[in-house]
Nanobody, 123 residues
Framework: QVQLVESGGGLVQAGGSLRLSCAASGRTISSYRMGWFRQAPGKKREFVAA????????YYADSVKGRFTISRDNAKNTVYLQMNSLKPEDTAVYYC????????????????WGQGTQVTVSS
């Protein structure tokens, strides 16, 4: 079993930056592809970004492309999401998860979700 804990969320003004972390325990995630999703109030959980085990291939939602960067440090068993130029519409709870198969862009492709970290962007 893998346990994931997200951190780094908070309140930031529009245009600001945050760096989210997703720390894994229970087993190494170095051989797993990982993803970040987010869920705003009243909305479905949506794909944000994904990364292959080596970090050589990255995937982004169009809404965050050019502003967010996913990365990983396998030695620390941690995945990151650097978020720049934040907008009020980025406000959501952000989750990381282990990719298990299928599409990168849907929650059905993932398992072992963390509890999430709240990101609030004020205008």
């Amino acid at each position: 079993q893998v346990q994931l804990v997200e951190s780094g969320g908070g309140l930031v003004q529009a245009g600001g930056s945050l760096r989210l972390s997703c720390a894994a325990s229970g087993r190494t995630i170095s051989s797993y592809r990982m993803g970040w999703f987010r869920q705003a109030p009243g909305k479905k959980r949506e794909f944000v970004a994904a990364i292959t085990w080596s970090g050589s291939t990255l995937y982004y939602a169009d809404s965050v492309k050019g502003r967010f960067t996913i990365s990983r440090d396998n030695a620390k068993n941690t995945v990151y999401l650097q978020m720049n130029s934040l907008k009020p519409e980025d406000t959501a709870v952000y989750y990381c998860a282990v990719y298990v198969g299928g599409s990168y862009y849907y929650t059905s492709g993932y398992d072992y979700w963390g509890q999430g970290t709240q990101v609030t962007v004020s205008s």
